[in-house]
C-alpha cells in the first residue's frame, strides 16, 4: 500500500481545490481569489492537508510555499466546451509533477463517456508511474456520458468510487451522492481506497457543513473543497468549521 | 509450450474470478461480497486454483494471500456503457502485472466488434511480452457486434476458441455453446490451448453443476466462475460441489 | 537482394497455407484438419516448400517441425466479421516470428481499402526490419473496396503485383487474374519480386490442375495453396499432381 | 522561474511575427517582404526584442542573424483551408528549435475546438521540454469553435490568457479584448504569466498606435505584430512609434 | 544550408520520376518501362541529375547503378483509390533510404486535404532526421481538396512552394502554374528553397519543351520529369533536348 499519511490530520483529508481557471474560465473568480496566492495562502492559514492545482500554477506558484504545504497536481485538463467529450489527455506527467514537487498525483476520468477507455488506460499509466516512486494516485472520477442522466444517482456514485478502486487510485475524488447510507456504501464499494466528496457547486457555509457532517458520518475519508472556501466571504471561518467536523469529529 | 501446471489440480482449472465491479457496477454486490478479501478467502478455503482480478485489488488486497493461492490479473477492463463499442484498453501491463504476483495475465477480445483489429494487437504484444517471461497468457474471446445475433451459438463459440488458439493465447476462456457436441468442437478448434467456460449469469447451484458435468464430458479443462460462487448463498458448498466434477470427474 | 532459395525447389514454390481458423473460422474445417498437425505432416510428407500459419498455430505446434520444412508466419490477422474495413494490424512481430523459427514474414496488404495507408505504413516497417536480418518478406495483395468491383481483373491484380514490389516485397502473393496473359503481365509488373497465386476456394483436382499449368505456363514461381489441398479427399494426391506441374515442369 | 529578459527592453517586449506564408498564404506578400531577409533586417535596423517565424525560415535565413537579434521558433503551423477544425501538430520539435538558435519556442492552441485535448497535450510537452532546458514557452491561445461566436469577447481572452498560465506557459499571446478594463483582467488572470497581444489585421499606423497605448495603459507586457509593421508603407517609422509608447511608456 | 550541388548541373535539375507503378497503376507502362532498369539506364545514358523512386525498386534495382547517378528516395506513396482523403504516410524511413544509397528523399504532401496535418507533422519528422545527417530533404507540394478547385491556380501553386519553404524543403517538387510570371513568383516564395516543377501528363515533346523554356525564363531550378520521358518514342532525344534547355540556358 501506497503511504497517504502526509496527506491527512488524523487520518482525514481537507484538500482545497483550484482548477476552475482552466475547466471553467476566469468567470469564476474576482481580483483576489484570480491570483493563485490566495488560494495557497488560505490553504496554508487553514492548515489544511494540501492544494490542487494544474502544472502551470504548481511552476509559477508553489516554490515559495515548498515547505509549509503538500501539493497535488491535477495531470490532466479540459475546458468547459464540446460537452460531454470534450477530454483531458496527460498535460503533466507524473516524473515532472514530481519534480515541481507533488506529493500525490491526480486524474480525471468521465466514467461512461465515449473516451472512457482512453481515460482509463491513461489513468492506469500513472498509476504504474506512481506507484514505482511511492507517490499515491487520486482519481476523480465523474460520470459522464448520454446513458447517465444524473451522475450524483447513489448507485452510479458508488460504481465510481469502485471503479477508482478497480484501477488501483489511492484516493478515489467522487460526487456526493446525498445521503448518508448512499456516501457508506460509495466507501464500502472502493474498500481500501479512501473515498473524499467534490465540494461542487457554491452554497451558505452552513449548508456545506451539514453535507460534511453527512460524509463524516458516513465514515470517508473527507473533502476536496474549492469554491465553498474560496468564493466565500471569510475562507478562513469556512475552513475552521471544516476542521471541526472533519479533523476533530463534531458530526 | 508455456508452463500452465502450477494453475491446475489434475490437470484441470477452477478459477474464481471478479471483475463486476468494474464491468457492471456495485449493484451486483452485497456488504459482504464486495470486499474483496472475501473473494481471496472464499477461493482459499475452497483450494481452488486461482483468482482472476483486476489490478486495482491485485496491488491493495493480494500480498496477504500471495503464499496462498495463484493470482490472475485481467489486464484490459470497461464499464458496462456504450455497449457494444466501449473497449478494454491496456489498465495493467504485463511486466507490472508480474510484479503485482500475477502468475498468469487474461485480456478480453470482443470477436467481431469494431475495435477487434485493436485488441487483436494488444493481446498479440501481451503473449509477446508474457511468453517471453515464461508466463501463461489466457485470452476471453467474447463475440460481439451486428453481425453476432447470438454469441453463444456453437459455431461463434467454436469461432472464439480456436482465435485464442491462433492469437497465442495459453488458456481461452470462452461462452458456453450449450450442448456437450458443441463443447468438444470448441476445445478441438482450440488444439493445445486449454479451454475453460465462462460462468454465466447466476443460476441455482444445481444448475450450474448440470452445466459444469457437460462441460467436463465434453474435455474441457475446467471454468471460471464468478457470480455463480460469490453471490450464492453458501460459496464453500458450491465450490466442494464442483471440485467433485471438475477434478475427481463425478460427471 | 535477399536469398530466398531456401523456400524454393527448382527455383520454384509451393506453399500450405492455413489461416482459415483465424479468417473464416472453424467451419471450413472437419475433425481431421482442425489440427495443425495434419497441415503439417501433409506438408512435408508432400515435400513442399513451407507452411503458412499465424504465431498461434506456430509456436504451439512448428517446434517439432523444426528441422523438416521451413516455417513462414503471417503477422496480421483479422475475422471475417465487418467486411471489408475489418483489417489486420501485426499481431506478431518480425523479431518474434524468427524466434518462433520462421524463415520468412508474411502480410496481407488491402489495396484500395480505407486503411490502405496504415498497411503500407506497417508492411513498410516489415521490410525493414525483416531485411536487416536478410529474411525474405512477403506481401498478400488484395484488392478490396468499394471502387473495386473485381479483385480478379488483370488490371488489379498487375497492381497488386507492382505494389507489393513498390512496398519492398521478396514475393508477392495475387488473385489468380485468369488467363496465360494476365498471369504474365502481373509477373512483368513486380520485376525481380517473385509472384505466388493464391489457392482460392475449392474447386475439383482437375479443375486447380488446369489453373496451375497456366500459372507456370506465364512464367510465375508457384503457388500458395489452401484449401484445394488440405480439404481434399487426399491432399497427398492432389500434391503430387501440383509438384508434377511446378517442380517438373508438367505443362 | 524561466528567465525571459533577455527577450524585454525594459521588461516590455516587441515580436515581429512572419508566419502569413504558411498560414495564409504568398497573397499577403509583395516582391518586398515575400523576402525574410527583409522582416529580419526590419525587426534589426528598429531594434525589436525577437523576430517569431516557423523553422524553415529560422534555418535557411537565421544564421547570419544569429548575433543581432533573438529568435523565436512557432512549433506548428497550418494552412489556411479546413477551418476551423485544421489544426496544427509539431512541425519542430523543442530540441530542433534551440539548435536552431531559438531562444524561445511557440505554439498555437485553439480553446474550444474539437483537437483542443491534443493542442493541451502538445503544448504541456513543449512545456516540459523547454523549461528542462531553461527556454520560455510562449502559447498563442485562440478561442475557436462553434460555441466560440467572438474570439475576442472580453470573457473569452481572459479565459486564453488563464488557460495559457494553466498550462505552464511563460508568455501568453491572445486577441485584443478592445478595452483597458478588459486588458487589465485578461493580465490579471493570467498572473505571472506576461500577456502579448496579438497584432491583426492592418489597418493604419495612426489607428494601431491607439490600440498599443490601450494595451501598456493595462499593464501588459507588449505585443507580437506583423502585418501593421511588415505590410506597411514604412515599416522602421512604424516601429519608431510602437517603440515609444511601448519601451518608453508614452501613453 | 545543405548541400544539393551533388543534385545539380550548371547549378540546375532534371530528375526522372517514376512511381506511377504505385501510384496509377501498370497500366501506365509497356513491356519495355515496366521494367525499373530501363527507368535507370536511361536517366543513365541522358546524363540527368538523379532518378526518383520508391524503396522496392530501390533496393531490388539500385545496386548496380549505385557508382552512376545519384538516387532520391520518395518515401510514402499511396494508390490511386479513394482519393481525394488517401494519403500516403512513411513507408520508408529516413535512416532506411540512406542506407539504400539515397543521396536525398523525397515526400508528397496534399496542401488542403484532411490529412494536411499529419503530412505536415511526419514532413517537420522528415527534415529533421535528413538534415542530421546532412541529406537534402525534398517536398512534393500538390494542393487537394475541396476548397481546392484548381491545383494550378497561381496562387495555389505560389503557396505550395512557400509551404515546401515554411517547413525545412531544400527543393520544392511544385504544379505548373501556366505562366513566367507565375511561375517566378512561386520561386519567389519559396526564396532559398529551390523549386522544380512536376512533368505532368504526357504531352508532344515540343509542347513540353515549350513548358520546360518557360520554366527556365522564371529562373526555376529545373523538373521532375516522368512520363514526358519514359512514355515518349525516343526518351534519349527527348532528354537531349530538355538539357539544352535547362544546363545550357537555351530558351
New interface residues.
Given amino acids: 500500500?501506497i503511504d497517504i499519511s502526509s496527506l491527512t490530520t488524523n487520518d482525514k483529508m481537507i484538500f482545497l481545490a483550484c482548477?476552475q481557471?482552466?475547466e471553467h474560465?476566469?468567470?469564476d473568480?474576482n481580483?483576489t481569489n484570480?491570483?493563485?496566492d490566495f488560494i495557497f495562502q488560505t490553504a496554508i492559514k487553514s492548515g489544511l492537508n494540501a492544494v490542487i492545482v494544474?502544472?502551470?500554477?504548481a511552476?509559477?506558484?508553489y516554490p515559495e510555499y515548498r515547505q509549509e504545504i503538500p501539493l497535488i497536481i491535477k495531470l490532466n485538463?479540459?475546458?468547459r466546451?464540446?460537452k460531454p467529450n470534450?477530454?483531458?489527455?496527460?498535460?503533466?506527467?507524473v516524473e515532472?509533477a514530481i519534480a515541481l514537487g507533488a506529493a500525490a498525483v491526480g486524474y480525471t476520468i468521465h466514467?461512461?463517456s465515449?473516451i472512457?477507455?482512453?481515460m482509463?488506460?491513461n489513468?492506469?499509466r500513472v498509476?504504474?508511474e506512481a506507484?514505482a516512486l511511492g507517490v499515491p494516485a487520486i482519481a476523480w472520477v465523474y460520470p459522464r456520458?448520454p446513458?447517465?442522466p444524473n451522475p450524483q444517482d447513489p448507485?452510479m456514485v458508488?460504481?465510481a468510487a469502485?471503479?477508482?478502486?478497480?484501477?488501483?487510485?489511492d484516493i478515489a475524488k467522487v460526487y456526493n451522492p446525498g445521503s448518508v447510507g448512499a456516501l457508506r456504501?460509495a466507501q464500502?464499494?472502493a474498500?481500501?481506497?479512501r473515498v473524499v466528496i467534490s465540494g461542487g457547486d457554491k452554497v451558505t457555509p452552513e449548508a456545506y457543513e451539514e453535507e460534511v457532517r453527512d460524509i463524516m458520518r458516513a465514515g470517508l475519508a473527507g473533502i476536496a473543497v474549492g469554491r465553498n472556501v474560496w468564493q466565500s466571504e471569510d475562507p478562513l471561518a469556512v475552513c475552521n468549521g471544516l476542521k471541526e467536523i472533519i479533523y476533530k469529529g463534531a458530526y
Same sequence: chains 1, 2, 3, 4, 5.
Fill in positions: 500500500m482548477d481557471g482552466m474560465g476566469p468567470e473568480f481580483e484570480i491570483n493563485p494544474g502544472k502551470g500554477i511552476e509559477k506558484y485538463g479540459h475546458s466546451f464540446n470534450g477530454w483531458g489527455p496527460l498535460i503533466c506527467e515532472e466514467l461512461g465515449l472512457e477507455a482512453e482509463f488506460q489513468f492506469g498509476v504504474r506507484h456520458g446513458e447517465i448507485n458508488a460504481y469502485r471503479v477508482a478502486m478497480e484501477l488501483g487510485a456504501w464500502m464499494s474498500g481500501k481506497t
